[in-house]
């Protein structure tokens, strides 16, 4: 097998492991952590929980997305279908594209959710709690857009 098959190879299995570490992450806070410690009865007081298990997440989230902005840039600059960033000339292109604009999205919700998560550990309002996971759910949710435009391409 040439050197560049297997380098290729390794860097498609990497940027699919770190989509599976970010992407899989969230949706196992939103579809069972979360909703696990909300409901059970044995946790009086629910956010130490939370904070204390997204603030380990969150080191292999920031590792994941510096992973996925490497791999990608390499897998793309090698593939003869990559035109150039936000080009919608073709479909692989625009797929991409809108790929590439979710993915930033996310990031700067991200961030926005990491704002709210620190002013949770000092104001300790409900409505605060609810836009945190509101925002984890949407990106949840658009990270299953990501992951089928990435099967498209």
């Known amino acids: 097998m040439p050197i560049q098959m297997i380098l290729m190879t390794v860097m498609r299995f990497l940027h699919n492991l770190f989509t599976a570490v970010w992407l899989g992450g969230m949706l196992m806070m939103v579809i069972a952590v979360l909703p696990g410690i909300r409901k059970n009865?044995?946790?009086?007081?629910?956010?130490?929980?939370?904070?204390?298990?997204?603030?380990?997440?969150?080191?292999?989230?920031?590792?994941?997305?510096?992973?996925?902005?490497?791999?990608?840039?390499?897998?793309?600059?090698?593939?003869?279908?990559?035109?150039?960033?936000?080009?919608?000339?073709?479909?692989?292109?625009?797929?991409?594209?809108?790929?590439?604009l979710l993915i930033v999205l996310m990031v700067i919700l991200a961030f926005v959710r990491l704002s709210i998560n620190k002013r949770i550990q000092s104001e300790k309002k409900p409505e605060l709690q609810k836009a945190s996971f509101g925002i984890l759910l949407l990106n949840s949710l658009l990270g299953v857009v990501v992951l089928f435009l990435s099967s498209m391409i």
């Open 41 to 100: 009865p044995r946790v009086t007081e629910s956010w130490p929980v939370i904070e204390g298990i997204q603030s380990r997440m969150k080191v292999t989230a920031w590792i994941s997305m510096a992973g996925l902005a490497v791999t990608g840039l390499l897998l793309g600059r090698s593939s003869k279908n990559f035109t150039g960033l936000l080009n919608f000339g073709t479909s692989y292109m625009t797929a991409l594209s809108i790929k590439h």
